[in-house]
Nanobody
Framework: QVQLVESGGGLVQPGGSLRLSCAASGSIFSIYAMGWYRQSPGKQRELVATASSGGSTNYADSVKGRFTISRDNAKNLVYLQMNSLKPEDTAVYYC???????????????WGQGTQVTVSS
């Protein structure tokens, strides 16, 4: 069984910063990628940033230069540093991990419960 626990969300004023954390635990053989997605009311869930096990990162155009994703592979942690936040960044942010639970299993995606980020004055 795999568990993802997110933290760090909250209310922040425009221009402020937040740091989200996601910890993966449980039956984990190998993690291929970790990332962050977000969803606003009435909108599709969208990719924010991802980080592969090899260190490659990918960002949505809307957050490039403002957000930074990082990983601690040894501890199965992924972070999202969010700076210069804008009202349009308001959403529920979800952690996603792509992993194998055993050497014989297929790679599956696991999602956290989400953490609310609200950017408002």
């Amino acid at each position: 069984q795999v568990q993802l626990v997110e933290s760090g969300g909250g209310l922040v004023q425009p221009g402020g910063s937040l740091r989200l954390s996601c910890a993966a635990s449980g039956s984990i053989f190998s993690i291929y990628a970790m990332g962050w997605y977000r969803q606003s009311p009435g909108k599709q869930r969208e990719l924010v940033a991802t980080a592969s096990s090899g260190g490659s990162t990918n960002y949505a155009d809307s957050v490039k230069g403002r957000f930074t994703i990082s990983r601690d592979n040894a501890k199965n942690l992924v972070y999202l540093q969010m700076n210069s936040l804008k009202p349009e960044d308001t959403a529920v942010y979800y952690c996603k991990v792509s992993l194998q639970t055993t050497r014989w299993s297929f790679r599956d995606d696991y999602w956290g419960q989400g953490t609310q980020v609200t950017v408002s004055s």
